[in-house]
Antibody
Framework: QVTLKESGPVLVKPTETLTLTCTVS??????????VSWIRQPPGKALEWLAH???????SYSTSLKSRLTISKDTSKSQVVLTMTNMDPVDTATYYC???????????????????WGQGTLVTVSS | DIQMTQSPSSLSASVGDRVTITCRAS??????LNWYQQKPGKAPKLLIY???NLQGGVPSRFSGSGSGTDFSLTISSLQPDDFATYYC????????FGQGTTVEIK
């Protein structure tokens, strides 16, 4: 059974650094076809992809937030960690982690998508 | 970054209606397009991957089509459980989501 669970502070102050942990079970972060992504959703707004990391340690970041984000993984602990610096009230959101799997179509194209999601954790930025 | 534009932003429909949501990419993304359903207070759920492939366990009334820049999600006969918000997402490069389409009860 695949599960992902986000953990971290519910309240951070402006300018502080947010550290979120995604603990996974039911699959290995070493699986070559898989990775983990972070996605957030401000209250009442759309989903926003933030970052991902694959088993190869390949990483990618949202262009608009790249300077503030760092993603890493600890395979032995089955955890993926996201840090976001210089938090602002506009960063108030539910933060989700999701498993990425890749599927090959037409024998050549490898499509990644999110097949399992955590329940999300609401982070409020306020002084 | 590739912009994903969904239309409409919201729609009202009745049970049994055929509903189509479109998603347009600002540049060609081949078939790197996925669809998710989200209900209030819940995490999104994968419906369709690679533009037209139905995720296991998803009812066959959901279907997806398209390639390049234009894509669509169709619900052939809307059911009470389908009232939700739907998002497209591209995984071609620097992944992005559409702004969402909310399907409401007429």
């Amino acid at each position: 059974q695949v599960t992902l669970k986000e953990s971290g502070p519910v309240l951070v102050k402006p300018t502080e650094t947010l550290t979120l942990t995604c603990t996974v079970s039911g699959f290995s972060l070493n699986n070559s076809r898989m990775g983990v992504s972070w996605i957030r959703q401000p209250p009442g707004k759309a989903l926003e992809w933030l970052a991902h990391i694959f088993s190869t340690d390949e990483k990618s970041y949202s262009t608009s937030l790249k300077s503030r984000l760092t993603i890493s993984k600890d395979t032995s602990k089955s955890q993926v960690v996201l840090t976001m610096t210089n938090m602002d009230p506009v960063d108030t959101a539910t933060y989700y982690c999701a498993r990425i799997v890749t599927n090959t179509i037409f024998g050549v194209i490898i499509i990644p998508y999110f097949d399992y999601w955590g329940q999300g954790t609401l982070v409020t930025v306020s002084s | 970054d590739i912009q994903m534009t969904q239309s409409p932003s919201s729609l009202s429909a009745s049970v049994g209606d055929r509903v189509t949501i479109t998603c347009r990419a600002s540049q060609s993304i081949s078939r790197y397009l996925n669809w998710y359903q989200q209900k209030p207070g819940k995490a999104p759920k994968l419906l369709i991957y690679a533009a037209s492939n139905l995720q296991g366990g998803v009812p066959s009334r959901f279907s997806g089509s398209g390639s390049g820049t234009d894509f669509s999600l169709t619900i052939s006969s809307l059911q009470p459980d389908d009232f939700a918000t739907y998002y497209c997402q591209q995984s071609y490069t620097t992944w992005t989501f559409g702004q969402g389409t909310t399907v409401e009860i007429k």
